[in-house]
Nanobody, 130 residues
Framework: QVQLVESGGGLVLPGESLTLACATS????????VGWFRQAPGKEREVVAA????????NYVDSVEGRFAISRDTAKNTVYLQMNSLEPEDTAVYYC???????????????????????WGQGTQVTVSS
């Protein structure tokens, strides 16, 4: 079982930045592929960004490409989502998710579907409004 705790959400003005953090525990960090998802009211949950176990490969939804950056810190067992140039359309609850992949799986694979993940955090609200 993997425990995930998100932090860093809040209320910001359009154009401002936020950094979300996902602290992991329960399994070796090197075994975790991680994704950030979001869900706005009345909409389905969608992937925002995902990172491979190795950290060498990432993937982003088109709407955040060039504005958001996902990264992982092995010393802190934490995955970050740096969000720049935030727009009102980015308003949602953001969730961190993890999937455990042993060494028999490629460390370079990025998982970008909700069905790939079986460990979820509680979510953190991000609101972008003037």
């Amino acid at each position: 079982q993997v425990q995930l705790v998100e932090s860093g959400g809040g209320l910001v003005l359009p154009g401002e930045s936020l950094t979300l953090a996902c602290a992991t525990s329960g399994r070796a960090f090197r075994m975790l592929a991680v994704g950030w998802f979001r869900q706005a009211p009345g909409k389905e949950r969608e992937v925002v960004a995902a990172i491979s176990r190795s950290g060498l490969r990432t993937n982003y939804v088109d709407s955040v490409e060039g504005r958001f950056a996902i990264s992982r810190d092995t010393a802190k067992n934490t995955v970050y989502l740096q969000m720049n140039s935030l727009e009102p359309e980015d308003t949602a609850v953001y969730y961190c998710a993890a999937t455990v992949r042993p060494s028999t799986y490629s460390a370079r694979t990025v998982y970008s579907s909700t069905s790939n993940y079986d460990n979820w955090g509680q979510g953190t609200q991000v609101t972008v409004s003037s």
